[in-house]
């Protein structure tokens, strides 16, 4: 059992930048792909990013390509995401989520087993 646990969502300006966190549980935290998916009101979850359990591949949605990074860091359990030039789109429920499945195999949500309970973000135009 993953306990995942987003923080570091909030109200910012278009054109500004959010890092969010997510902090998990799991002592072996590097046997797992993360990935942050995101959820606007009226919307279906979509993917946002990946990454895979060592750290060294990332996969971006064409939307936030170019503006979106994600890392980890292993010593503290913890998978980030920077996001730049942020834009009223991008205003969302953001997800992190854990799978056992390798960096090729976690192409949807249903291939991650583990969630977190989501942390906000709005973007004002």
């Known amino acids: 059992q993953v306990q995942l646990v987003e923080s570091g969502g909030g109200l910012v300006q278009a054109g500004g930048s959010l890092r969010l966190s997510c902090a998990a549980s799991?002592?072996?935290?590097?046997?797992?792909?993360m990935g942050w998916f995101r959820q606007a009101p009226g919307k279906e979850r979509e993917f946002v990013s990946k990454?895979?359990?060592?750290?060294?591949?990332?996969y971006y949605a064409n939307s936030v390509k170019g503006r979106f990074t994600i890392s980890r860091d292993s010593a503290k359990n913890t998978v980030y995401l920077r996001m730049n030039s942020l834009k009223p789109e991008d205003t969302a429920i953001y997800y992190c989520?854990?799978?056992?499945?390798?960096?090729?195999?976690?192409?949807?949500?249903?291939?991650?087993?583990?969630w977190g309970q989501g942390t906000q973000v709005t973007v004002s135009s």
């Open positions: 989520a854990a799978s056992l499945r390798t960096f090729e195999l976690t192409t949807q949500g249903r291939d991650y087993t583990y």
């Open positions: 799991a002592r072996t935290f590097t046997i797992y792909t």
């Open positions: 990454i895979s359990r060592s750290g060294g591949y990332t």
